[in-house]
């Protein structure tokens, strides 16, 4: 018989379940500020201080084969596949329960590390995933009861949240894990809703002290305010990012069949170096802002657009898109939302260098909010969308993201065979 006081169906004491979240949501913001930090650094290192890539273009591509190998070696020697399923929806994880242990994170570090500093075209969010997940499953596996059932489901969640929050230095993403228990058909009861709420608060709170900022952070290269002009071009270039992302897709599908067949019949080493070779040739082609994940190439395009005209964006825009694509069906980790954010920022500026008259901050808007909607599902959309927007283009980011699930739901109506989803 339980004593009195206890909580129900062998729940955890309510002090457990408050200090396992605050255990998640630090170590997911401490997590990733690290992470980024030595990825950064590690990049900036490598690339421009010792091998001299941002003045010597043509280095990119010896630098990206000795990065795909040296992924190789980390994968083998930890006993991991070089080819994982390829997938461009930031939460396609978010189901996969599996045992936690501090060696497996480790593991999982590194290997993100490797993979970005190896040059992959791709952000840390989906680096970090996979050891977000095993992190809560190890936290739940501290309790002294069986490690597997719903408590560890919702710990697994919270983690995966406060990871989002971090990242996207916003506290709205917190909510994130309850809705992917509605959507799995699960109760929300209040119990289950303390953990996720109270990680990603946590997270949220120290991210900000250490960044020094109160919301958000700088993903949009433009902060001026939204007007009714606006409106209008933010929702049509929210349907054209559909096209953008199940463009994606396609090229990731196409990109996953070379990769697979050169994984089988090659050398392990051999494949890796023509992995990085491609990556390396498209970096040499694009020039330096199509590097890595896009965080500094969106804010370095937009500086820079003056020098391109329409047709020069566009091609950088393909370039990033392939890139991003090779990325993902090579096996590199990581993940697509900052990749977007530059395909957003490049589609809107050859509109706009296209059709001056057009408001910039309408297409612009507009073009990031769809892309990163078409990435995920549209609950989970909206949330990241209004992370990722300065308050004065909340109301154009929603509009924009609005376009991209009209365009969705017009896509799959009128060409269901090519209107791939974010799993597929």
């Not at 998640?24 to 030595?38: Q, S």
């Not at 490598?46 to 091998?51: M, R, S």
């Not at 699960?186 to 900022?213: E, F, M, Q, Y």
Request: glycine fraction near 12%; include cysteine; hydrophobic fraction near 50%.
């Amino acid at each position: 018989m339980a004593t009195t006081g206890s909580p129900p169906g062998g729940a955890p004491p309510l002090r457990r379940t408050v200090a396992a979240g605050i255990v998640i949501g630090a170590a997911n913001a401490l997590g990733l500020l690290g992470f980024e930090w030595v990825v950064d650094n590690l990049q900036e290192l490598i690339w421009n201080d010792w091998a001299g890539s941002d003045q010597t273009r043509w280095l990119v591509v010896p630098l990206a084969i000795a990065g795909s190998i040296a992924l190789s070696l980390t994968v083998r020697a930890t006993r991991q596949t070089r080819l994982i399923a390829p997938h461009t929806d930031v939460l396609a994880d978010a189901d996969k329960l599996r045992p936690g242990t501090l060696r497996m994170i480790g593991v999982l570090l590194l290997t993100g590390v490797v993979s970005l500093v190896g040059g992959a075209s791709l952000g840390p969010e989906g680096a970090l995933l996979p050891a977000c997940i095993a992190f809560g499953a190890w936290v739940s596996g501290q309790r002294r009861d069986n490690v597997e059932g719903p408590v560890t489901e919702v710990l697994v969640l919270s983690s995966i949240g406060a990871l989002l929050v971090s990242f996207f230095g916003s506290v709205l993403p917190a909510p994130i894990p309850l809705l992917i228990l509605r959507r799995q058909g699960k109760p929300i009861t209040r119990r289950s809703a303390i953990p996720p709420l109270l990680a990603g608060v946590t997270a949220w709170v120290i991210v900000t002290v250490i960044r020094g900022n109160g919301q958000g952070r700088d993903i949009l290269p433009i902060d001026s305010g939204g007007t009714l002009d606006a409106v209008l071009p933010a929702l049509l270039m929210g349907m054209l990012a559909v096209l953008v992302g199940v463009l994606l897709r396609v090229v990731v599908r196409f990109a996953t069949g070379l990769t697979e067949r050169l994984d089988r019949l090659w050398k392990w080493v051999l494949a890796a170096a023509v992995f990085g070779a491609v990556l390396g040739v498209l970096y040499w082609i694009g020039g330096e802002s199509v590097q890595f994940s896009g965080q500094q190439g969106a804010d370095q395009l937009y500086d820079d657009r003056a020098q391109y005209g329409a047709a020069a964006l566009v091609g950088l825009l393909l370039v990033k898109l392939v890139a991003t694509s090779w990325s993902i069906s090579a096996g590199y980790r990581g993940g697509p939302a900052f990749p977007s954010v530059y395909m957003g920022v490049a589609l809107s500026l050859a509109i706009t260098t296209a059709i001056p008259s057009v408001s910039e901050t309408g297409v612009m808007v507009g073009a990031i909010a769809g892309i990163l909607a078409e990435m995920t599902t549209p609950g989970v959309a909206f949330i990241m969308v209004l992370s990722v927007m300065p308050t004065n283009l909340l109301p154009i980011g929603i509009v924009g993201a609005l376009g991209a699930v009209f365009g969705r739901k017009a896509l799959e109506r009128v060409m269901p065979r090519i209107a791939l989803k974010p799993g597929q």
